[in-house]
Every structure is written in C-alpha cells, then in structure tokens.
C-alpha cells in the first residue's frame, strides 16, 4: 500500500481491503501473468480512483461493503487500460518497474489487459445495477476512442489545444469523474450532489492530466518514475508542446518532424517550451481546472468525506512542478 | 453476407438485421478503425455464432428481437478475440482480407478489439438479464486465459494433448456452447434442454477446431484462407502434430526445435503427420466430438431449429479435409 495514505488511517484500511478483492480478481492459471499482475499492483500506484469512490460515497449512504467491489473494479479497469496504454507507447517502465509489455512482451499484455477487463464486468455483474453497467461500458468505450485518437495524433504537430483537452478528457478525466459518480449514486446521493461530484471528478481528472503532461518536461525521475521526454519521444505532443508550436517562430518545427528524436532534440525542444511560455500556459490551464473542482467542492455539504477530498486534491494539484 | 446461408432465408434475414446492429455498433471516431472494422464484417464470416444462438431460440419461446442483440453481441465477441489473435499470432490475412493488426498496425488493433469488447457489454447492459451478464463475462475470460495459454505454448513440443483440448476448450468451444446456451435461455427452455443445447455447442466447438487445426496441414489456400501451415510456422503446435510427436522416432522433434523453420522444414513437417498417422488420428478425435453432438441433437424436440441446426452441423463437420 503506497504509504500516502498513511495520514487516512480511515481510508487506508478500506484500500486495503480493496486490494484483497484486486488480488483475487488477478488468479490467473498461467502463474507469471499471475505474479507480474500482483507485482503491478504492489508498485504502488496510490488507488486514487478507488478512494475517490469511496469519498463520494461517503456523501450519502451506502455501507463500505456495497462500495468495495464496485471501487475494485475502477482500479481494475484503470490497470487493464495501464497495460494496453504500455504496449501501444512502448513503455518500458511504470513507477519503476518493468511493464507486463516489456517483461512479457505485448502478446502477454494483450490478454492480460483483457482477462483485468473481463473481471470488471464480472465483478460487476455480481454487484451494481443495470444502469451503472451501462455507464461504465460507456466510459470505458470512451477510454478506447481516447487511445485510438491519442495514438493517431502522434507526432501531428498540427494537433489543437481542443483536441489534445477533448482526448485527456476521455482518456482520464472520464474514470475520475466516472468514480465519484458511482460512488455518489450507489450512496443514493441526491442527483445534483452526484451530479457536482462527478463534475469535481472530471475538474480534477483534467488538471490532473495536464500536470502528468507538464511533468514530462520538467518532472524528475525518481519522482515520475520514467525518463524525461518520455511521451514527447514517442510523438505524444501535450499540451506544453501544443501552446510552444502557436508562437511564431518557435524553431521546433523542424526537429518535430524528423520523429526520431536525439537526446539532444529532446533537450532543445524542452527548453523552448520552457523559454517561450508553452509551460507557463499549460501551467495556467491545470491551474484553472483546479480551481474549478475547488469551486464547486466548496458548495457541498459539510462532511469527512469532503474534508479528506479536499484535503487530496491540494498535495494532488497543488504542488511544485 | 456470406452466402452460406442462401438456402435458409428465415435465418439469412435474421442475420442481416444483426448485421445492421454490428454496423452500428462499429461506429468510431475514427472512421479509418470505422472503416477497417466494416470491412471486416463484410469479409464473409458465416456468423455461425450468432445463427447458433437463435437456432437455440427457436426450441423456446422468445421473440427474435429480444435475441437480436444477444446474437450481435456474441459475434462482436468473436470480432475483438479475432481482432487480438491476430496481434499475438502476427496474422497478415484473414478470409483474405488485411487484418487490422497489418494495416494498421498492433497498437490500433489492441483498442479496436478493446472497443468492440465495451460495445458488447454495453448491449448486453441494455439487453438481459445479470445472469446472462455473469455468464458471459465468464466465458470471456476464459477465452483469455485461453489465449494466454496458447502463446505461452508456443513452440513447447512437450505439450500434451489434454492441454490442447483444454485450450481450444475455452478458445472456441466455450463461445459455441455458450451462443446456444444463451439462445436457449432466453427463449426459456427447460434447463435440461438448454444443458443439452450447450453441450452440443461445446461438442460442435470442438470438433469445428480440430477440422480447423487440421486444414492447417492440408487444406487448400483458397478455402482456408491463409497459406498451408500457418500456425505451424508461429509455433502452434496442434493435434495433428502432437499426435505425431507421440511416435518413437518421428524425426521431427529435431527440427521442431529450430524454431525459425523453412518452407522446406515446414513441407517436411506435414509430410511426417501425414505419414505417421497424426493426421488420421486427429480426425478421429474430431469425429468422436462430431458424433457426440449429433447424438445428443438427436435426442432433441423436433422442430424447424433441430432440422437446421443439424443441417448447418453437417456441413461443417462431415466434409472432405
């Protein structure tokens, strides 16, 4: 269990329950699929997902035990989305450790993203409604239509800054906002308190995305756990990038279009994102989302939930990067 | 369509109607993937699966537009296994057509097959019941790990025959057993009748993949669609060859072993199943499974569905190969 969670003890016990049902939901008759699934899990990821379902959840009324499995299956489709994202960038690493993709090769990584799908919906399937079915199924098509066109814009210097927030949007914003939501509405949340959570969900989703980005020009190592550069190398153009490429002039034009990038292409690139403000901008739009979700956080009722999610949006939105 | 089902015309318009639903459950951003998945559809699969589940229908009381959906939704399932196979065994070709995998490349194919796996369970979520929901988040996941299986055994020459039953038992058996069987409790059937139902399907499942495995040895191109020898070539190693690894001195373990094998490698290998009888007892396993389900078809209520679908079964499986 990541120890972020160790100032929530609250939290911290039900996630470790939740990560029992995850473990279960692993088996798997070929034994090293098995293991590098579990290995996965233990990296650390923080379940920020899961816990945000939870606090949602604990706007209303629904027992922790109705909300356990359905919080497993947020953290079990973000992993299944994890392992399918690996291969298509190529990554060799997350959070340190070496991808299902690498380890295994993406053969491996094909099915072992779909047997973590397939388990979603049985987990499902045994606790949640029609309607919430429906909903997840909508997100997680979403989710695909996100990838294929985040695949399909790589290395278009062309992209639009509304194209890149309407990608992020569904490739990330839509399962945090999809998590309050369930979360909400599983605790019989009145439809506008599910509504205002599900729209901190997708505020924060956004923001959240649009730092992730920004730390691949300016993020350390250790902390984000893969190189610097790392998307822009595979021709994944962010938002820094995207605000750098619509001033006149910029001189990165030419580098980009090469597409087999130098180490040193990567450190020019960097710097005039730095040095033309296209870091700033970005910056400025994560900044604006934030504050959004803060917004309207402050109009929800007076609880523990709400003090412990506003508590998590600050360390998870506002910080030095 | 396929024009298979030109003598049974009930059936051929059932299934243009669930051709109708596929097409509009193919929609995608973007409309290359859109476009590929088309083509797909139109390259003439026989929708055996789909056919399958509403001859089950036909033994009970159940509206076609109640299974309509059902029968898209398992031919969608079949679409994304299709889809991701075609990635693990690197296939170029299917019935002739560019898969998506060698049009498109790996990473396409990975979130194409994940989007068509959303679609059927978003139908599913607006079309039955939890149950059915269960059953085939199930199955599915047993064709996954069938998957795993398969690769992970990839060029193992000590495979043995149980665990290739096994694995095409939960490749292709499964989503046979499991089309009729849903067929069939939809239409509410008695439970023994549906246990037959899916029986046969299973029986029927297995058999269609034995024939299938065999023709890789001595089927013609132009029916089978891909050259003599194909999965040979990846390292699936199926019944004909194993068989034929089970005779002393069969000469092929040493080439078998080189992994990168030449046409000529190839040309030798079949020529030894075929000589040595791996080929001969290949068949007779696939005979057995053959009679098994015709013997259980015929303890079936008589009925236009029962003379179809021995019909259909007697075409696939007692022909020439």
Redesign the interface.
């Known amino acids: 269990m990541n120890n972020y969670w160790n100032q929530y003890p609250v939290i911290k016990k039900d996630l470790e329950i939740i990560e029992d049902i995850l473990k279960e939901n692993m088996k798997?008759?070929?034994k090293?699929?098995e293991e590098s699934l579990l290995m996965m899990l233990s990296s650390g990821g923080k379940m920020l997902r899961p816990s945000f379902l939870l606090l949602a959840g604990g706007f209303g009324k629904a027992s922790s035990k109705k909300l356990y499995p359905l919080a497993a299956v947020i953290e079990l489709l973000h992993m299944a989305t994890l392992i399918?994202d690996d291969?298509?960038d190529n990554s060799e690493y997350r959070r340190g450790t070496p991808t299902i993709h690498a380890e295994f090769g993406?053969?491996?990584a094909?099915?072992?993203?779909?047997?973590l799908?397939?388990?979603c919906?049985?987990l499902?399937?045994?606790n949640t409604s029609?309607d919430n079915?429906?909903r997840i199924?909508?997100v997680?098509?979403k989710i695909?239509?996100g990838?294929?066109?985040q695949?399909?814009s790589h290395y278009q210097i062309d992209n639009t800054v509304k194209q890149y927030l309407r990608r992020i949007s569904t490739k990330t914003a839509a399962l945090f906002s999809l998590s309050l939501f369930i979360g909400a509405s599983e605790a019989k949340c009145s439809k506008q308190l599910t509504a205002k959570l599900a729209n901190i969900g997708l505020n924060i989703g956004m923001a959240f995305q649009i730092i992730d980005d920004i730390l691949d020009y300016v993020g350390s190592e250790d902390i984000v756990g893969k190189p610097l550069g790392n998307d822009l190398k595979q021709g994944i153009f962010t938002l820094p990038l995207l605000y750098t490429l619509k001033v006149e002039n910029n001189g990165i034009e030419e580098i980009l279009k090469k597409k087999d990038y130098t180490a040193e292409d990567i450190r020019n690139i960097i710097t005039k994102t730095i040095e033309l403000g296209g870091l700033k901008r970005a910056r400025e739009l994560a900044k604006k989302y934030t504050d959004k979700a803060f917004k309207i956080l402050n109009t929800l009722p007076n609880c523990e939930s709400k003090k412990i999610l506003t508590e998590i949006t600050e360390t998870l939105l506002i910080r030095e990067y």
Do not use: K, W
């Open positions: 798997c008759r070929d090293e699929i399918h291969i298509i993406p053969n491996y094909v099915f072992t993203g779909d047997l799908f397939t388990r919906f049985t499902l399937s045994n029609m079915m429906r199924s909508n997680i098509a695909c239509q990838e294929i066109e695949y399909s």
